[in-house]
């Protein structure tokens, strides 16, 4: 069965900082484009941030650049995002996502990332 896990959330205050995994099983996700995306309370799911296979190549949300950073390790099946400088607005569930622009694609069912003032 292939899942893909999230953790890492939880609550923080604004300016703090937290690091989000995503854990693959059941195959290996190391030819796949991965991603970052956020559903907020009353919002559509958007993108946050995404990295190639290699690892070389990385985009980020308007909202989220520099402030943020998406990695990954393939020889661990793991995907990371590193989320510094935190905002109110950040405040959201976080989903993982492997190759979500294919019928084939693999969502987790997300970690909740709480940002208090």
């Known amino acids: 069965q292939v899942q893909l896990v999230e953790s890492g959330g939880g609550v923080v205050q604004s300016g703090g900082s937290l690091r989000l995994s995503c854990a693959a099983s059941?195959?290996?996700?190391?030819?796949?484009?991965m991603g970052w995306f956020r559903q907020a309370p009353g919002k559509e799911r958007e993108f946050v941030a995404s990295i190639t296979w290699s690892g070389g190549g990385t985009y980020y949300a308007n909202s989220v650049k520099d402030r943020f950073t998406i990695s990954r390790d393939n020889a661990k099946n793991t995907m990371y995002l590193q989320m510094n400088s935190l905002k109110t607005e950040d405040t959201a569930v976080y989903y993982c996502a492997a190759d979500w622009f294919k019928s084939g694609g693999y969502w987790g069912q997300g970690t909740q990332v709480t940002v208090s003032s």
């Open positions: 059941g195959r290996t996700f190391s030819n796949s484009i």
